[in-house]
């Protein structure tokens, strides 16, 4: 019952900005830590960013001071705010999270979004 939606993708040149939104929906109870990770043709699936129920934030090497994950709670919606884009960040970018489906029995499950497109090209 539980899905994970992004949002926001397409096609921007470098230098651009773009901003990725995932909406998980269902029964839950309570989501845990949320993160994006992406995968470029051939190569595979990386972490981008994290961010847990405290707020708590890291990111790859290779986006940060770029890349701004954040959450709202009241919403279930992880964003990720990509500034400077660079060829190099086209992927597939997939929305990540370990939650419990009310009621909260049983193990944390983790849970993936489809994925959207971000094309980084002049």
């Known amino acids: 019952q539980v899905q994970l939606v992004e949002s926001g993708g397409g096609l921007v040149q470098p230098g651009g900005s773009l901003r990725l939104s995932c909406a998980a929906s269902?029964?839950?109870?309570?989501?845990?830590?949320m993160g994006w990770y992406r995968q470029a043709p051939g190569k595979q699936r990386d972490l981008v960013a994290t961010v847990t129920g405290g707020r708590s934030t890291n990111y790859a090497d290779s986006v940060k001071g770029r890349f701004t994950i954040s959450r709202d709670n009241a919403k279930n919606t992880v964003y990720l705010q990509m500034n400077s884009l660079k060829p190099e960040d086209t992927a597939v970018y997939y929305c990540?999270?370990?939650?419990?489906?009310?009621?909260?029995?049983?193990?944390?499950?983790?849970?993936w979004g489809q994925g959207t497109q971000v094309t980084v090209s002049s």
């Open positions: 269902g029964s839950i109870f309570r989501i845990y830590t």
């Open positions: 990540n999270a370990d939650l419990h489906s009310y009621p909260p029995y049983g193990e944390v499950r983790n849970y």
